[in-house]
């Protein structure tokens, strides 16, 4: 009984932290508002303890900090930390696939087809944050998609993390505060016909500059 509390707990933790990220991300919480726990109680109707377990874990992956007897306040993104986290995102997808081309089969590159599709029918994006939100999320998967063909686990997971944190800043940056679309070519038809090619040279030339497009956020970015 007292177990199963725990995992239901612990699942209650998740969603709520999910909950919490997705309105940061989304700029439901902007960058410069103080989370305050009792208000989050009474936002998602749930007890304390997920509450402050998910703001806690939340902390620990430096999307916010406690700001004692005040509430937690969203860590913004600067225009370095997009330039590292870009960098890093560069090293974990090009190490990525060429852990993972000797792999690739034709039922990879179906689905990663369908990803494309997907990712590219969003077109002609404005400023709207739910806009944005679903062409970053599809465009993200296609990449973890790719990377996960490595079966290097904690690659992948390094690359979500860097994804997401990319994903606030050009929320935070490039949407709220210098009004740029999120760009709309992409380079995923050019990255699959590499791979049904068996060009790795190709493959990783094409899927830096699908992810350099993103390279110009910001002043001097």
């Known amino acids: 009984m007292i177990s199963d509390m725990i995992i239901e707990n612990q699942s209650l933790k998740a969603k709520i932290y999910d909950k919490i990220l997705k309105k940061i991300v989304s700029n439901e919480f902007n960058a410069d508002e103080l989370l305050v726990e009792s208000q989050l109680v009474r936002m998602f109707g749930v007890s304390r303890a997920p509450v402050r377990e998910a703001l806690i874990e939340l902390c620990s ?25 870009l960098q890093f ?4 997808e090009i190490e990525g696939l060429k852990l993972g081309f000797p792999k690739i089969t034709k039922n990879i590159i179906s689905n990663l087809k369908d990803l494309a599709v997907k990712s590219d029918a969003v077109r002609n994006l404005g400023l709207a944050t739910n806009e944005v939100s679903e062409k970053m999320k599809l465009n993200n998967q296609f990449h973890i998609a790719i990377n996960s063909i490595s079966g290097n686990s904690l690659i992948t997971r390094a690359l979500e993390n860097t994804l997401d944190l ?10 709220h505060e210098n009004k740029t679309p999120v760009p709309e070519s992409t380079y995923h038809s050019e990255i699959i016909r590499a791979m049904e090619k068996g060009d790795l040279k190709s493959a990783i030339s094409n899927i830096t500059d699908d992810i350099m ?9």
């Open 61 to 85: 992956a430096h999307i916010i900090r406690n700001i004692p007897r005040a509430g937690y306040q969203i860590i913004r993104i600067s225009e370095k930390d997009l330039r590292d986290a």
């Open 89 to 92: 995102r560069l090293m974990l």
């Open 166 to 175: 990319l994903w606030r800043g050009l929320v935070q940056i490039m949407i």
């Open 213 to 221: 497009v993103y390279s110009s956020i910001g002043k001097g970015f």
